[in-house]
């Protein structure tokens, strides 16, 4: 048994926590609100007729009819963009933690690998030129990918689950911004 006044602060102490906070209180009330303002609104409109708008079929979107219709650019173009995007934000001069340079965060250990498997010479600061980081690329996919598979690329580029996703998100971003372009400039 612990003294009065010790057992009169522990009872105190667990009073509180149960006790909501202003704060909290507050916070249910208008959530409380918001959710009656909603229902009331649901019943008043929803028993109105059919909006004619949404009778109507939407039309096709321009922009996906020009997404379909990009065809200047390759799946494997449009990967290497996506890759440059998820990489450095197209920044030829970033500099990543692991030492990875340039637009498409190219590694000591990939250029020294692209070097063994295809005779050349490439320096790590060959990575901040955007054209040789694409040759340095292009020997490495040559190697291991010569049927220039987009998975397999991702994969050798970076093993991660998370960056496929990332990339594949990318490359569709990068086929709409390129029609969202063939738009503008018609």
């Not at 704060?23 to 959710?35: G, V, W």
């Not at 450095?88 to 500099?95: D, E, K, Q, T």
């Amino acid at each position: 048994m612990y003294p009065k006044e010790l057992q009169n602060k522990m009872d105190e102490i667990q009073a509180r926590k149960r006790r909501p906070s202003a704060l909290s209180e507050a916070l249910c009330m208008a959530a409380a609100a918001m959710l009656i303002i909603t229902i009331v609104l649901l019943l008043c409109y929803g028993r109105r007729g059919q909006d004619p708008v949404q009778d109507q079929p939407a039309p096709a979107p321009r922009l996906e009819q020009h997404v379909a219709a990009v065809r200047e650019l390759s799946e494997w173009e449009i990967l290497w963009m996506a890759v440059a995007l998820t990489e450095s934000r197209y920044n030829p001069s970033a500099v990543g933690s692991a030492h990875d340079s340039g637009i498409l965060q190219l590694t000591p250990i990939y250029v020294k690998e692209v070097n063994r498997v295809s005779g050349s010479a490439y320096q790590l600061e060959d990575a901040f030129d955007s054209e040789k980081a694409l040759e340095i690329t292009y020997a490495m996919q040559d190697h291991y990918n010569p049927e220039r598979n987009i998975e397999l690329a991702i994969w050798l580029h970076n093993k991660s689950p998370y960056y496929r996703i990332e990339v594949l998100n990318n490359m569709e971003f990068v086929k709409r911004m390129e029609a969202f372009r063939e738009v503008l400039t018609k």
